[in-house]
């Protein structure tokens, strides 16, 4: 018999509250909903469903709400429905997932603001299993391989995973046992062009083809892989609890951290100070161990700090060969209006972090020892008498040397790893 009393006894659930549950109209969310409102009246807390409406789907999406809606409505369930339009919110470059999550995250911390709330989602042990598949391809550690867990804090908001431990299988035989022989399928999950369905409808049959019990295989080590990285965690969390409220952290301190810990304390740390979730990524953290290693290896105290992005472009983590520290950039000191430049007559141009000189060189031929980073040769002749110089934009195209086509400037600074704050004060 599916129930989840164990896991409220297991969690020490509180009596009183509210819950927001997550509510598709799939098999999942509905069977969650009603193991919840079951649980709702031996425990005192509110329930209230709530549907996103992503707007991705046409009719079959709405009709999906009109179904929650009237489902709620027969139990006596409070319903609460948000409309996401993904498609004209999402990002640029931002995959229409990602973008749908980001939505569903923000609209969670505003229900949740202020008020004794969870949130209940309805994950099961299928859907760890092809989380698994996900994050592998995607570099993850063990928190991240582990990380739909029963009990979650992302930001703000509390999230609870109650029926993680059944198998699909498994639910809906609940269901057709409490009277429900319908549910809303997403038809969306039929195609294999996003990553999750590729797994779930090709890989993982497969392998549970080829090895019997694969899934019960995979779901035992992801009990050990939440043991280690629950061990990891605690130990972060012991450390970054002696700096905590701090404005900036030691090197010294860093480099008594094991790799495994220091993400964790950063997590812990950053997240804390910006009062943002931050999650640092395996290019940052690269990023970060080699400027930590080059400033502390440098004999002169009068290294210049790096800075690193946080959020957006005006949040940085500051490196200095002393200790570590957020450093927040005005975006309009970074900006300049555009400048004429004629370059014939003032050979020099300031602009912020930058100065361009213009040199004439009768040499027919540029020899190599005569290039650098810093140096790059037109014809002169060629060149407008007055140029135009302004702050670089996200969607400036040039076309480099050799090549025939344009390239976007976002895309060459990204793969020299230049920092977005360099980015915004360059010259075009």
Not at 184 to 209: G, M, Q
Not at 289 to 304: C, G, M, T, V, W
């Given at each position: 018999m599916m129930t989840i009393s164990d896991f409220f006894k297991r969690n020490k659930m509180p009596e009183s509250g509210r819950i927001l549950a997550g509510f598709s109209g799939g098999a999942d969310s509905t069977a969650l909903l009603l193991l919840l409102a079951q649980e709702a009246g031996r425990h005192g807390f509110r329930l209230e469903a709530v549907?996103?409406?992503?707007?991705?789907?046409?009719?079959?999406?709405?009709?999906?709400?009109?179904?929650?809606?009237?489902?709620?409505?027969?139990?006596?369930?409070?319903?609460?429905?948000?409309?996401?339009?993904?498609?004209?919110?999402?990002?640029?470059?931002?995959?229409?997932?990602?973008?749908?999550?980001?939505?569903?995250?923000?609209?969670?911390?505003?229900?949740?603001?202020?008020?004794?709330?969870?949130?209940?989602?309805?994950?099961?042990?299928?859907?760890?299993?092809?989380?698994?598949?996900?994050?592998?391809?995607?570099?993850?550690?063990?928190?991240?391989?582990?990380?739909?867990?029963?009990?979650?804090?992302?930001?703000?908001?509390?999230?609870?995973?109650?029926?993680?431990?059944?198998?699909?299988?498994?639910?809906?035989?609940?269901?057709?046992?409490?009277?429900?022989?319908?549910?809303?399928?997403?038809?969306?999950?039929?195609?294999?062009?996003?990553?999750?369905?590729?797994?779930?409808?090709?890989?993982?049959?497969?392998?549970?083809?080829?090895?019997?019990?694969?899934?019960?295989?995979?779901?035992?080590?992801?009990?050990?892989?939440?043991?280690?990285a629950d061990f990891i965690e605690t130990e972060a969390s012991r450390m970054f609890k002696t700096v905590k409220n701090t404005e900036s952290v030691n090197t010294a301190y860093l480099k008594t951290m094991h790799p495994a810990v220091?993400?964790?304390?950063?997590?812990?740390?950053?997240?804390?100070?910006?009062?943002?979730?931050?999650?640092?990524?395996?290019?940052?953290?690269?990023?970060?161990?080699?400027?930590?290693?080059?400033?502390?290896?440098?004999?002169?105290?009068?290294?210049?700090?790096?800075?690193?992005?946080?959020?957006?472009?005006?949040?940085?983590?500051?490196?200095?060969?002393?200790?570590?520290?957020?450093?927040?950039?005005?975006?309009?000191?970074t900006m300049e209006k555009p400048r004429f430049w004629k370059w014939k007559s003032a050979r020099e141009l300031h602009r912020i972090g930058f100065k361009l000189k213009a040199r004439i060189n009768s040499k027919k031929v540029i020899s190599e020892f005569m290039r650098d980073e810093n140096t790059v040769y037109f014809d002169a002749d060629l060149l407008p008498p007055v140029l135009t110089v302004r702050n670089c934009r996200n969607k400036d195209v040039m076309v480099p040397f050799g090549k025939t086509t344009g390239t976007r400037l976002k895309k060459l600074f990204e793969s020299r790893k230049i920092p977005a704050a360099t980015r915004n004060r360059t010259p075009a």
């Open positions: 549907h996103f409406e992503h707007g991705l789907r046409g009719k079959e999406s709405i009709a999906d709400a009109k179904w929650c809606r009237r489902f709620c409505e027969l139990r006596k369930i409070s319903y609460r429905e948000i409309s996401l339009d993904v498609s004209s919110k999402k990002k640029s470059g931002e995959s229409t997932e990602a973008a749908a999550r980001r939505l569903r995250l923000k609209e969670w911390e505003i229900l949740s603001r202020g008020k004794s709330s969870v949130v209940a989602l309805a994950h099961n042990a299928n859907d760890r299993i092809e989380n698994v598949f996900l994050r592998l391809l995607r570099g993850s550690n063990v928190s991240g391989l582990s990380s739909l867990r029963e009990i979650r804090k992302m930001g703000t908001v509390t999230f609870i995973r109650p029926i993680l431990q059944y198998k699909r299988g498994e639910i809906e035989d609940f269901l057709k046992t409490s009277g429900v022989s319908a549910w809303r399928t997403d038809s969306s999950n039929a195609k294999n062009e996003y990553l999750r369905n590729f797994f779930r409808n090709r890989i993982i049959p497969l392998i549970s083809e080829k090895v019997p019990n694969a899934d019960s295989s995979i779901l035992k080590s992801l009990h050990a892989l939440e043991q280690d220091i993400i964790r304390f950063l997590r812990y740390w950053i997240s804390e100070r910006t009062k943002s979730e931050f999650i640092p990524n395996g290019e940052f953290m690269t990023r970060f161990n080699a400027e930590l290693n080059r400033l502390s290896s440098r004999k002169y105290a009068d290294i210049k700090p790096v800075l690193l992005p946080l959020h957006g472009k005006s949040l940085f983590l500051c490196i200095k060969k002393e200790n570590i520290s957020l450093h927040k950039l005005p975006i309009k000191s």
